[in-house]
């Protein structure tokens, strides 16, 4: 009995010429890049600023041209302008509202998942109809009512951080509620009926299957939060006033606010160091991102 044997003959890959190389894979490639230049530019550009040693920057037209670190230096030495102590405020009021708002959301939107209520649905309708609306519509309310507030408590008043805290967690509440909401619903309800009849009450339920099975949307909600305050210029510097008081975003408005003396490089060395916590949590939190953003749009 014979056996036949197969050789497979392996032909020349053909060689792609630059036309169709350029219409099948180039053209992605360069947009890449073009993305890539316009986005890494401007942080280099601010990154050698930073180092220059005097405070004006004209005549600057090329990157890294001198390397001193004098300017990071002078924020730290300056009696007027307290800048080790706008850090602390910022990262403060930054972990403070980011943690509280989070909590907060999450608990309303197990609600809006889970129950069945007379204006639940009114509620959500509510929550998407607040984010249609910015918040600078908000600004004269919030300093009344802050202004007013702290003539009975002097901790919620203006130029105080409680007080901005909690501006900043009622005005968060809307989208991070609604975010989560959507993550809540692709969470089986099928676990919670198995657990009560194990004999688990609601709070039982949300801290120890819920929460874990939602860590990603906690995550991102976790670094938007705390970007978009720490980042805040508008809201931070109609409630604060005194310069003890004060967030690196109105803080560094100083440095360029005269417009005979503004000080860029300055300003471009506080910018760099106020950059740094928002990049570590980003680098910590971005396994959950992808998930955390896309875990919700569809209900599973």
């Known amino acids: 009995m014979s056996t036949a044997i197969e050789e497979k003959v392996i032909l020349p890959k053909k060689r792609m010429s630059f036309g169709q190389w350029f219409l099948a894979l180039g053209w992605r ?31 600057q037209t090329g990157l890294f041209r001198s390397f001193d670190l004098v300017n990071y230096v002078a924020l730290f030495q300056d009696p007027n302008r307290p800048f080790g102590l706008w850090y602390i405020n910022t990262l403060t009021i930054g972990v403070v509202t980011a943690l509280g708002s989070v909590f907060l959301s999450t608990l309303a939107a197990y609600s809006f998942s889970r129950f069945r209520f007379r204006g639940r649905r009114a509620g959500l309708m509510s929550l998407i109809l607040i984010q249609m609306f910015p918040s600078v519509l908000g600004l004269v309310a919030i300093f009344t009512i802050l202004s007013e507030a702290g003539k009975v408590f002097p901790i919620l008043g203006l130029s105080s951080s409680v007080g901005l805290i909690m501006a900043y967690m009622g005005g968060s509440l809307g989208t991070g509620t609604y975010l989560m909401y959507g993550f809540f619903n692709t969470v089986p309800k099928e676990l919670d009926e198995a657990a009560k009849i194990d004999g688990a009450t609601h709070t039982q339920i949300f801290y120890t299957i819920i929460l874990p099975l939602v860590t990603p949307i906690l995550a991102v909600n976790v670094l938007l939060s705390f970007i978009g305050i720490t980042s805040d210029f508008v809201l931070a510097s109609v409630v604060l006033s005194t310069p003890e008081s004060l967030t690196l975003a109105v803080g560094l408005q100083q440095f360029v606010s005269d417009p005979f003396s503004k000080d860029w490089a300055m300003f471009c060395a ?12 980003f680098m910590y939190l971005q396994r959950y991102i992808v998930s955390g953003l896309t875990g919700g749009a569809v209900k599973g």
């Open 270 to 281: 506080g910018a760099i160091l106020s950059a740094i916590p928002v990049v570590i949590l």
């Open 29 to 59: 490639h360069i947009i890449g890049l073009a993305v890539v230049v316009y986005s890494v530019f401007p942080i280099l550009y601010i990154l050698s600023v930073s180092f220059v040693k005097n405070s004006s920057v004209e005549g």
